[in-house]
């Protein structure tokens, strides 16, 4: 028994596939028009900052020239002083709103980590979108946190089974990748204005060394676990682990609420946009 095709069916069929097919070709337009639009603007900034490295050094040239200004105002008369004396002030006031502005068009090219370039090559590694720095600090917290667990788990394993060859080597290669993943999380960061002090990027480099020579170096017949000095450095980590489940958390709402206030000011700055043009359009008609 064959069936009778609907002809209303396929003309509403062939009709949506065409309006999804329009659609999709509005959306392609519009993403590579804007695709080039960005690559352009990005040329432009990169115009600006090679420009901004020549008047940097024109900046230091003027202000050489300044200092050598106000050394010879300082030797004159007093009369002549004070003369001099509010302009030397005034292009030393134009000389730092100077410094100011190109310090913020250089930290495009800010100095990039050593640790970066070593693992990556002194690639690029600026995040321009607000909302995609703001996802990858996201995802630096949640990595702390998902591999938490493990951080306090493989101590008390080794604790409770006393020491075992296979669960410590287990134990220090996570711990070794857990330092090297922070590191270049926190590398990345900081290249994109984070507030991480230099110090505790160090201090992870320092602890990924150190559990890589716990792994070479730890052995069944080690004095360290002859003695029993290894149950004391998993017992710190214990202890460690609970501390650091105190930092996340406060660091977590701490990330909170400042995303809340970036949307917040995000949208007073969008009322106050869309009330001043209502209210400007009221005023004009």
Known sequence: MTSTMNETDVTELTKSIEELTNEMKTVQETYESSIQQLNQKFKQIEQCVNKNRNLTKTYY????EWEEVKLQVNQTSEKERIKYEGMVEEMKSQLEVIRSKSEVIGSYESKRSQFLILLMGNAPIKLWNESDRVKF?????????????????????QVYFHFSILLHQMHTLYLFYYYVSLAIRENILKQNGSRIEHWWIVHHYITLLVSLLFFVNITPNHPAVLTGGIYL?????????????????????????????????????????????????????
Not at 61 to 64: F, I, P
Not at 137 to 157: A, I, S
Not at 237 to 247: K, R, V
Not at 263 to 279: A, V
């Open 233 to 285: 450095v998993n017992y710190f980590m214990i202890w460690q682990g609970f501390i650091m489940a105190l930092q996340m958390r406060y660091q977590g709402k701490r990330h909170y609420v400042r995303k809340v206030l970036a949307k917040k000011i995000l949208w007073t700055f969008e009322l106050l946009k869309s009330l001043t043009k209502d209210l400007t359009e009221t005023l004009n008609s």
């Open 61 to 64: 040239e003027l202000l050489n």
């Open 137 to 157: 600090k996201t995802e630096y917290n949640h990595f702390k946190e998902r591999t938490l667990w493990f951080f306090v788990l493989f101590p008390v394993l």
